[in-house]
């Protein structure tokens, strides 16, 4: 929450309060009184005083409103400029289990099952990528994980007073989950793991694949919180995943 609104907020409490007890005083007054004059003008005065109360209640209510909505508004901006970075980050992990030699439709739901685990497991990461440079697919990670994680920080910097609670806890874990993923030093791992003499063929099992499936799920999670926010329409849905296999560039 904004520090002006905190502060709107205390000087209305104040405000409810003070305005509470000087009615309340006003109205013992009016009834102690015997002079029907000053009885019937601090009766009256009470009046007034609830009447400022329950007027200042409602322009609150009304701020709410309109700053919540104002809130809201720019909280879907920055869900637009982070939606085609989540959405190649999960085509790019979807594309390197995707064996079949042909492209495919599937829901973001389906993309991280079982199958997508026993397929990355196998993958050769060091094979060239369908990228117009031909690096190998452990660049091409390392540089879409980075890459994400920048789109992030630009929707953080610009947007965090905007934000509701629940979305920056869901960005920050993202950001956490891709600072220690070891998907950014993949080359550095098969590097040092081959010149000690360890089996490289299956770079992506063991540790990295559990480290990956938590990825994922936070990932998922974002998706799914994303998608209960914005229109049907700017949904992250279906996605077109690309194959490994051939020439073609997907990005």
């Known amino acids: 929450m904004k520090p002006r609104r905190i502060s709107s907020i205390l000087s209305l409490c104040v405000s409810v309060i ?86 495919k439709y599937t829901t973001v739901k389906e993309v991280f099952d079982d199958e997508f685990f026993e397929k990355i497991a196998t993958f050769d990461i060091t094979q060239p990528s369908n990228y117009l440079s031909k690096a190998p697919w452990c660049d091409i990670i390392r540089k879409n994980f980075s890459w994400l994680d920048r789109q992030i920080n630009e929707v953080l910097d610009k947007y965090i007073v905007f934000l509701a609670v629940d979305t920056l806890q869901l960005l ?42 938590r990825h994922t799920s936070i990932v998922l999670k974002l998706v799914e919180h994303h998608n209960a926010l914005v229109s049907a329409g700017d949904q992250i849905d279906k996605i077109q995943v690309g194959t490994t296999k051939g020439d073609a560039i997907y990005f």
């Open 18 to 103: 003070a305005l509470s007890l000087i009615s309340i005083i006003v109205f013992v007054m009016s009834l102690s009184i015997t002079n029907t004059w000053w009885s019937g003008f601090l009766a009256g005065f009470t009046t007034e005083i609830w009447g400022i109360l329950l007027t200042l209640l409602c322009v609150d209510l009304i701020l709410k409103k309109r700053d919540e909505s104002k809130r809201r508004r720019i909280e879907l901006i920055a869900f637009s400029q982070l939606r085609k970075a989540l959405y190649l980050h999960i085509h790019l992990l979807a594309m390197l289990a995707n064996d079949s030699g042909k492209d």
């Open 172 to 213: 920050e874990e993202l950001k956490l989950s891709i600072s220690q993923s070891i998907m950014l030093k993949l080359r550095e791992q098969y590097e040092g793991a081959k010149g000690l003499g360890y089996n490289t063929s299956q770079p992506l099992k063991g540790g990295l694949l559990d480290d990956l499936r």
